[in-house]
């Protein structure tokens, strides 16, 4: 049993403040008073591994104790990812200069490495792409990217800028398939793959489609939204929905049908998909985000921390049920 001083230095690290600050948000909702949902975040928290944000996400103010057990809390989430993921090469993997190197035959497209790069790779890159986008190596969730006209600057001098603000990946743009277009053609929507490596046997545990929202970006925690597939037949299955738990049938900007979208090059991605999870078999837990254009899919990343979030939310857990029993048979 855990002691008192360990229980207390548990309660001084949470952000109370921020939590009370939830509650309150919830109380009309959940109906229940704030104090009380309060109480109930702590006790989830050292009872599930569960955070504030995964109490209102997943609306444990709603769920029995035998729903809340399902759910793959962030707690749990770290937990399974140092168990199936080597540290030292998951940090290969999520570094976007060096997931290049390593997954070269998946990306489909030119990239640069700025720093490493001479002036005659500089320019050559530049006048076949003189719109590109240009990444960090460590940032996530939609942030560290920056879409670069070059103009007429000197390849050096736009390498010294984009270097000085750490962005040391210079990417062809991808241009994406027109069905996937058609369903928000500001940004690239992709495909989250969850798989999980058992010797060589590759678990497509999950899929999701992201898509953007009036943004560049697909990313959840960027405004975007995401929708179930069926990762047998490719086909969208239930209704997308953001963070808000707000759901859509169709795209609010676009108005295309989301419900039963068919994804194109279905079985391709998928193949993609399975080679790529051996290439790394010690970092066996791995969400992949896959481009679809229209000739092949492509890698966009891979996170080692698939997210918790985008998998588990209300709209798209029928009877409260997590993602935890997915790993049961793993554990």
């Known amino acids: 049993m855990p002691s008192i001083r360990y229980l207390a230095a548990r309660i001084r690290r949470m952000d109370t403040a921020r939590m009370r600050t939830v509650a309150r948000e919830l109380a009309a909702k959940a109906g229940k008073p704030a104090p009380l949902l309060f109480l109930d975040m702590i006790y989830c928290g050292f009872r599930y591994g569960a955070g504030y944000m995964d109490y209102r996400l997943f ?22 990812c140092l168990r199936f993921n080597d540290r030292e090469r998951a940090a290969l993997v999520e570094d976007k200069l060096e997931f290049c190197k390593r997954f070269r035959a998946f990306l489909g497209r030119d990239w640069l490495d700025a720093e490493a790069a001479s002036d005659a790779e500089l320019a ?7 719109v590109f986008f240009a990444k960090t190596r460590n940032d996530c969730c939609g942030t560290g990217v920056r879409r670069v006209e070059a103009g007429e600057q000197a390849p050096q001098a736009l390498r010294r800028a984009l270097l000085q603000a750490g962005f040391a990946l210079w ?23 969850v798989t999980l490596l058992e010797g060589d046997m590759v678990h497509i545990l999950k899929v999701f489609l992201r898509m953007g929202n009036g943004g560049h970006v697909d990313n959840l925690n960027a405004g975007g939204f995401a929708a179930p597939v069926d990762a047998v037949t490719g086909r969208i299955t239930l209704p997308a929905a953001d963070k808000e738990g707000v759901c859509y049938t169709v ?4 108005g295309a049908e989301i419900l039963g979208f068919q994804a194109p090059l279905w079985q391709e991605c998928l193949a993609m998909v399975r080679r790529a999870a051996l290439v790394e078999p010690q970092v066996r837990y791995l969400g992949w985000d896959v481009a ?4 092949t899919p492509m890698l966009v990343e891979a996170n080692t921390m698939p997210g918790n979030d985008i998998t588990q939310m209300p709209a798209h857990t ?3 049920v997590g993602m935890l029993p997915l790993f049961e048979k793993f554990l």
Do not use: D, W
């Not at 050559?124 to 003189?130: D, E, G, I, L, S």
């Not at 795209?251 to 676009?254: D, G, L």
């Open 59 to 80: 609306e444990f103010y709603n769920r029995t104790a035998a729903q809340r057990a399902t759910y793959l809390t962030r707690g749990k989430s770290n937990a399974l």
């Open 124 to 130: 050559a890159f530049t006048r076949k792409h003189p």
């Open 171 to 193: 990417e062809e743009p991808i241009v994406q398939h027109p069905a996937m277009a058609a369903l928000c053609p500001l940004c690239v929507n992709t495909y989250r793959v």
């Open 251 to 254: 795209h609010p900007a676009t």
């Open 292 to 295: 679809i254009t229209a000739e």
């Open 318 to 320: 029928p009877g409260g």
